[in-house]
Nanobody, 120 residues
Framework: QVQLVESGGGLGQPGGSLRLSCAVSGNFFRINDMGWYRQAPGKQRELVAVITNGGTTNYADSVKGRFTISRDNAKNTVYLQMNSLKPEDTAVYYC??????????????WGQGTQVTVSS
């Protein structure tokens, strides 16, 4: 059973920083893409950032230059460094990963979500 466990959410101040982590555990063959999505109240879930197994990254326009996604393949962990926070960054942030199981079948997994609130 594969699990994605997030940590690092909480309250941040406008202009401040927060760092999210998401660790993958369980029985799998390989982790492919890893990413972060967010969902604000009354809005649809949206992609924030994604990183491939090879390290190629892609960001939503709204976070470019402020957020940085990275991964540690040895620790099966993906990070989201969030700088210059804005109130509109307030949302539940979800970790997402495409993972190939021991039978080489690829599935998409989600974390449980972590609340990020940006407020003074």
């Amino acid at each position: 059973q594969v699990q994605l466990v997030e940590s690092g959410g909480g309250l941040g101040q406008p202009g401040g920083s927060l760092r999210l982590s998401c660790a993958v555990s369980g029985n799998f063959f390989r982790i492919n893409d890893m990413g972060w999505y967010r969902q604000a109240p009354g809005k649809q879930r949206e992609l924030v950032a994604v990183i491939t197994n090879g390290g190629t990254t892609n960001y939503a326009d709204s976070v470019k230059g402020r957020f940085t996604i990275s991964r540690d393949n040895a620790k099966n962990t993906v990070y989201l460094q969030m700088n210059s926070l804005k109130p509109e960054d307030t949302a539940v942030y979800y970790c997402n990963s495409n993972i190939r199981d021991p039978l080489l079948i690829a599935r998409t997994y989600w974390g449980q979500g972590t609340q990020v609130t940006v407020s003074s």
